[in-house]
């Protein structure tokens, strides 16, 4: 069975820190990419992160570059969010997703709809 597990998750305070991790089982881990998005509530679920198991290529939405990294371990297959600089807009809960992404310089899909496995979420909660 594939399963993604997030963990992680917490409360902080403005300008803390947090890693998530999302422990992948049941596919094989490095032809996928994994997305990282968030739901606050109310608001639609939006990206945030992303990488490609096959070559480690990596982006974030512009919100959080500079302040969230996204890394993988093909060995542990496990992906972490290291998120500094916390804010509290940056409270929501936190989910991982996989997608078909195989070979070098494969495409990264940022639709959640693309995403095939979903992991459940992990609260991550900033206060001010």
């Known amino acids: 069975d594939v399963q993604l597990q997030a963990s992680g998750g917490g409360s902080v305070q403005a300008g803390g820190s947090l890693r998530l991790s999302c422990a992948a089982s049941g596919f094989t881990f490095d032809e996928y990419a994994i997305g990282w998005f968030r739901q606050a509530p109310g608001k639609e679920r939006e990206g945030v992160s992303y990488?490609?198991?096959?070559?480690?290529?990596?982006f974030h939405t512009d919100s959080v570059k500079g302040r969230f990294a996204v890394s993988s371990d093909n060995a542990e297959n496990t992906v972490y969010l290291q998120m500094n600089s916390l804010k509290p807009e940056d409270t929501a809960v936190y989910y991982c997703a996989a997608v078909f992404c195989s070979g070098f310089g494969c495409y990264i899909n940022t639709d959640p709809h693309a995403y095939y496995y979903w992991g459940q979420g992990t609260q991550v909660t900033v206060s001010s």
């Open positions: 990488i490609s198991n096959s070559d480690h290529r990596t």
